[in-house]
């Protein structure tokens, strides 16, 4: 260990350290460089025989032959795609990676079919029942198929899925949140009530309470007398003498009525009506 000095790195590939690192290193990168440009001639290979294959089944339909051409080529760049994404570590889930390689062989296996059916129609051979059924159906199947692919891929990997949780988790939070504000809300508006239905009560309450001390005696009696009291005041102003101390037909005064010539009794003004 001393004699690595003080700069070795414990990190750092034994492999590195012996004299044939670099070389290996080396041969290394040039390998990974060649993977890549294999796959790139294999996309361009196959997409050329698959788009003649479109343009075969599609026959003299111009937008027909469009719109499958653009089919190929989405088959040809969700294999590039899930290649290049596995090659940089970006599947780093068990279920992503399952998804990614799954995919990754059906287009693969469409790629190889629209290849194989392409050389044998230029070739002047037969098609198989496979071959048949891939150039009328699974061709306009592909680009659906490697669309699905792509969507699984994506919500399979771990980071979304756990942004996806976090944002669940938020938005229950926020939903407790609202839930809280309408119970609290509800919970004001029914103490409000009930105050509201108190005063009601306490209303009512008071004003039977009024009636019947309205209906009382003694109230009836005060409202006598001040009526006969304003009484003679507005006789007086019409002129008509009402003795001082005059207060009904109750007579608590103490005097008797006065007896009237013809042998009646003489009443107060307004007793007509009074029950003798």
């Not at 290049?84 to 068990?94: F, L």
């Not at 039977?208 to 309205?214: D, L, M, T, V």
């Amino acid at each position: 260990m001393s004699e690595l000095g003080d700069d070795y790195d414990v990190f750092v590939d034994d492999l590195l350290l012996e004299d044939d690192g670099p070389r290996y290193a080396t041969i290394g990168i040039w390998g990974i460089t060649l993977l890549h440009v294999m796959k790139a001639a294999f996309v361009v290979y196959s997409g050329a025989h698959n788009i003649q294959a479109a343009m075969i089944a599609t026959g003299d339909n111009t937008f027909a032959m469009a719109a499958q051409i653009m089919g190929v080529l989405v088959l040809e760049a969700t294999i590039s795609a899930l290649y290049m994404a596995g090659m940089a570590g970006k599947i780093t889930g068990r279920l992503q990676a399952l998804v990614a390689i799954f995919f990754w062989a059906i287009g693969m296996a469409m790629a190889s079919a629209g290849i194989v059916a392409d050389s044998r129609l230029h070739a002047g051979y037969e098609l198989g029942t496979l071959l048949t059924w891939y150039l009328t159906t699974g061709l306009f199947l592909a680009p659906v198929i490697m669309v699905i692919g792509s969507v699984l891929v994506v919500f399979t990997d771990l980071v979304l899925q756990q942004q996806i949780a976090n944002s669940r988790d938020r938005t229950a939070i926020e939903r407790d949140k609202v839930r809280t504000t309408v119970l609290a809300e509800k919970a004001a508006h029914q103490s409000r009530r009930i105050v509201h239905n108190i005063r009601l009560g306490a209303q009512k309450q008071l004003a039977i309470e009024a009636r019947k001390y309205y209906q009382s005696d003694e109230v009836q009696s005060v409202l006598r007398e001040t009526a006969m009291v304003a009484l003679q005041d507005v006789m007086r102003q019409a002129g008509i003498h009402v003795p001082s101390g005059y207060q009904g037909a109750s007579g608590t005064n103490g005097k008797k009525p006065v007896a009237e010539p013809n042998g009646a009794k003489s009443r107060p003004f307004g007793s007509e009506n009074m029950t003798p």
